[in-house]
């Protein structure tokens, strides 16, 4: 079974200075892939980045990029020039190749301070 | 990007009464698509996978009886909570995923339902 896990339940950080957010998992398979959400406080779920286990080069999307460390079964989110509209519930989540369904860490609540 | 819709946004309704929540893919077709249960300040717990056309699949410790799933077309699956009582308040989350092999694995949310049975 996959688990996904977010070490840091809580976190802060000022406007415009960078943040990252860790993640890491654990699974047998080869063929996978990880990304992340945000949950602002509509609680609208967002995608922010995805990544697919297969490729090298880690994704990045504007100000928000990720350095996975395939090896180490490690996948961080980093946000650069925070904003105060990036405060939100962060997840992070894994999905098989052979699995139907998303597998989500328990999530890190990020608030940027003005 | 892909859209999804989910009505109703919040309702409140009586013990014992059942309560419908739709879950719509806007701008693509979705031949999967999950329910999904959220209590404060936790993570997703999927409830249960709705399959276009085919009965859907259930979560351990999910009542199939009491959480009737149906997914008629590849735009619309449809929650329905019976008999409800107050211990199944909570936010409701529907997801869909797109057919297009591109974004296969891409999960598009709605934007919840709150249930408040009184």
């Known amino acids: 079974a996959q688990t996904v896990t977010q070490s840091q339940p809580e976190m802060s950080v000022q406007e415009a200075e960078t943040v990252t957010l860790s993640c890491t998992y654990d699974?047998?398979?080869?063929?996978?892939?990880l990304f992340w959400y945000k949950q602002p406080p509509s609680r609208q779920m967002i995608l922010v980045i995805r990544?697919?286990?297969?490729?090298?080069q880690n994704a990045t999307e504007n100000r928000f990029s990720v350095n996975f460390q395939k090896a180490a079964k490690s996948f961080s989110l980093k946000i650069s020039d925070s904003q105060l509209g990036d405060t939100a519930m962060y997840f992070c989540?894994?999905?098989?190749?052979?699995?139907?369904?998303?597998?989500f860490g328990s999530g890190t609540q990020l608030t940027v301070l003005p | 990007g892909a859209v999804v819709s989910q009505h109703p946004s919040r309702v409140i309704c009586k013990s014992g009464t059942s309560v419908k929540i739709e879950c719509r893919s806007l701008?693509?077709?979705?031949?999967?698509m999950f329910w999904y249960r959220q209590f404060p300040k936790q993570s997703l717990m999927l409830m249960a996978t709705?399959?276009?056309?085919?009965?859907?699949?259930?979560e351990q410790g999910v009542e199939k009886d009491k959480f009737l799933i149906n997914h008629a077309s590849l735009t619309l699956s449809t929650l329905t909570v019976t008999s409800a009582h107050p211990e199944d308040s909570s936010f409701y989350i529907c997801?869909?995923?797109?057919?297009?092999?591109?974004?296969?694995?891409?999960?598009?949310f709605g934007p919840g339902t709150r249930l408040l049975v009184l």
């Open positions: 997801s869909a995923r797109e057919q297009s092999t591109g974004s296969r694995e891409t999960q598009y």
């Open positions: 709705s399959n276009e056309g085919s009965k859907a699949t259930y």
């Open positions: 989540a894994f999905h098989s190749g052979s699995a139907r369904q998303l597998t």
């Open positions: 699974t047998s398979e080869s063929n996978y892939y």
């Open positions: 701008d693509f077709q979705a031949t999967t």
């Open positions: 990544q697919e286990a297969y490729k090298q």
